[in-house]
């Protein structure tokens, strides 16, 4: 039997923390444009899609989607980064210094989650990795 490596489990676990990352997003963002959460039985105050709090949940469901299927992942984590920098930063910080005091940390840990795919991209399991072996196969006929 082979023998797993480091060199054969990252990039394995690099797919997994996207696809599960991104689905927890998508459900962080999904009462805030939808006013509830599916299956919660707790409705959620509405949100006014042009506000703030509107975008965020935008684009915590459609780049949580996007970061699921690996589509676009490298500038999509880039902007859910800035998003959720920001989001700590106006929301957060100014409660405390101290992410465990301020409630931040999930906001700290969707951040630098998205920072390290932003550098990492999507890895295995992704559409971006289907697309780049599409166009590679079609320049080389």
């Not at 509405?46 to 975008?55: D, H, I, K, M």
């Amino acid at each position: 039997m082979a023998e797993l490596s480091d060199r054969h489990l990252a990039p394995v676990a690099q797919g997994l923390l996207r696809i599960v990352a991104g689905f927890l997003f998508f459900q962080h963002g999904f009462p805030k444009i939808i006013a509830s959460l599916p299956g919660s039985g707790q409705p959620f105050e509405p949100v006014e899609l042009a506000s703030w709090l509107g975008l965020s949940g935008i684009l915590e469901v459609f780049g949580g989607l996007l970061m699921m299927l690996g589509l676009f992942t490298r500038p999509v984590a880039f902007v859910l980064a800035g998003e959720m920098a920001v989001a700590y930063f106006w929301r957060h910080a100014p409660n405390g210094f101290w992410p465990g005091v301020n409630r931040g940390e999930l906001a700290a840990l969707f951040c630098f989650v998205w920072l390290f795919f932003a550098a990492a991209g999507s890895g295995p399991w992704s559409l971006d990795r289907r697309l780049r072996a599409r166009r590679a196969r079609a320049l080389s006929a």
